[in-house]
């Protein structure tokens, strides 16, 4: 039909996809904030923390599958069986097994399902929102499906430091009540997420449609491309691969950075509880602007691209103003916390709020590809450099300025390629001037 017809569901719709996300976000990044603790409980070292964030990217490998699952079955299906792997991987974590080696291998289990969760629930919000949404809400509803996957992460650095105490200097007499009196603060966390991913489960088993009776648009409702010629028009398409490789490379080392942010701060003698400040502010903070910037898109249309310019100029400045900083053998510029949480929570509003922004962009570029396949390609790249990334900490994690001086060089590299991109708004176009 010329005419679209939107559902007052498409908010609970909307609802359960984000908590879904949401829920993701806070299991993959458990560990990051409370890594000093869960040494001391768990026995894990560096690389062991390191792995527990790398199983997100590497979660990514059957991102295809899920892609062409979305595209065949549709919402419904895809969401039904990303939710229960993430149950399973939740109920992992909780198995109560007094060997300390079989514990942590059931450990790195439970986030390595957790990660497979990960390419719906970053991928899925462009079609979601194609699907339910009209054209003029479109961005708006990208934009919280696919945040609230941060938010969660942001959660973490708020929830693991206030609920787990951090390791102190007691020795002898006190050292064993205080090493179990954390293990039984993180074995909380752990059973409560397990709850709460159930809780999500159940409801989007009880309801979560694959589609409305009526599409919402004439782009929702027209005719995509196959599997197959979806590849194959992203793979000869420059101006694609282009926007694609300024999203992945400066996400991707960014997503690795704030997944270890509490390594990276400790050389420089900023606590546990601070660093979780740090990170729970950067991604709130990307998370309202992304939602606003979103906002602002629908209602002024066709300038993604200028949004976009904005937002990565100013990652690039906050990002070498971060690196500088903890140089101080060097540039001696002042090394407070009121530093350290600006630079770093400017970074993470510039680039969390671009990641919408993006996705529009995507589909705009490479329409009438579907938008699973589109964004889930990208958002893969995006976790192939963040793997690579995370793969070298795991053998150079004595320090940390090379890990630092990745974030500027990847923010400029972006920005120069969005420069030179050359934007065109074909699914815009065809809502546009079709229903008139």
Known sequence: PLSGRVYGRRWLVLLLFSLLGFAQGLVWNTWGPIQNSARLAFGFSGWDIALLVFWGPIGFAPCFFFMWLMDKKGLRVTVLLTSSLMVLGAGLRCVPVSDIEIRKKLIHGGQLLNG????????????????????????????????????????????????????????????????????????????AEFGMVSLIFSAALAYFPSRPPFPPSVAAASQRLSYRRSFCRLLSNFRFLMIALAYAIPLGVFSGWSGVLDLILTPIHVSQVDAGWIGFWSIVGGCVVGIAMARF???????????????????????????????????????????????????????????????ELFVETVYPVPEGISCGVVTFLSNVFMGVLLFFLTFYHTEFSW??????????????????????????????VVSV
């Open 297 to 359: 898109a629908d209602f002024i249309r066709g300038m993604l691209k200028f949004i976009l310019l904005l937002l990565l100029s100013g990652a690039t400045l906050a990002s070498t103003w971060f690196t500088l900083t903890c140089l101080t053998t060097v540039t001696h510029l002042p090394l407070t916390t009121a530093t350290l949480y600006t630079s770093c929570i400017l970074l993470g509003i510039f680039l969390n709020s671009s990641v919408p922004i993006f996705f």
């Open 116 to 191: 497979l969760a990960g390419p719906t629930v970053m991928n899925a919000a462009p079609f979601l929102s194609t699907t339910w949404f009209s054209p003029d809400e479109r961005a708006t509803a990208t934009a919280i499906a696919s945040l609230l996957n941060y938010l969660g992460s942001a959660a973490a650095f708020l929830v693991g430091p206030l609920v787990v105490p951090p390791p102190n200097g007691t020795a002898h007499g006190l050292a064993q009540s205080n090493t179990q009196h954390i293990k039984d603060r993180i074995e909380a966390v752990l059973y």
């Open 403 to 432: 890990f630092n001086w990745c974030l500027p060089g990847s923010c400029l590299l972006s920005l120069l390629l969005i420069l030179c991109f050359r934007e065109s708004y074909d699914r815009l176009y065809l809502d546009v």
